[in-house]
């Protein structure tokens, strides 16, 4: 038995790009669509990254101090040699800091594509703070929002098919979301349902 040819051909790697270079895209596009600027944003990544490193480990010299402006052009400038590509290669333990310190909707886009990468979803842990689960369900009714807003151009003619294809993509964005929403809230009823059974 003969293969066609087209079985038997090998398949052109398709390649990811960089981690870095999608982290670097979605903070470009933060920095030219907000008010925040390279110092603002360098400043809050230090702050993160400050936080969430242990000094004996830390590898990047960001700082925050008692001399506001040297800092600030201290962070800004490693800032900008991470995204100008002097240092070719983004540290992992400056990935989580440099994600949290990107704003919404810049963080959540981007962990969402970052997460697609691996062929999941990004999922918020659940937590018991009251608030936090108001802010959940707010979250869902916006995402379903967007998804409609979204899909409406798509269903104008009845129906899903190859001329919805520049739609495509923003509703598998927006459905994403609000999967993964509805997992978020999911994951705090059954964190508040172990609870209640633990405490009987």
Known sequence: MHLPLEARMKREPRFLPPLQSVIYGYTR?????????????????????LSLTAPDV??????????VAEDMRNNA???????DG???TLPADLVDAWMLALPEPYRGECERDLARRRGVLPVRLPTANPAARVVGVAELVSEFAQLL??????LADGRIDTNDLPFA??????????????LGIRGQVQAMFQQENTDA
Do not use: C, H, W
């Open 86 to 88: 002097t240092v070719k």
């Open 58 to 67: 830390r590898g990047v010299a960001l700082r925050i101090g008692d001399d």
């Open 29 to 49: 596009r933060m920095l030219d669509q907000t008010a925040m600027n390279a110092q603002s944003f360098a400043m809050v990544l230090a702050e993160k990254y």
């Open 77 to 83: 400038q490693v800032l900008r040699r991470y995204m």
């Open 149 to 154: 807003e979204v899909i409406a151009p798509a």
């Open 169 to 182: 993509r923003r509703i598998l964005d927006e459905s994403d979301d609000v999967i993964a929403a509805v």
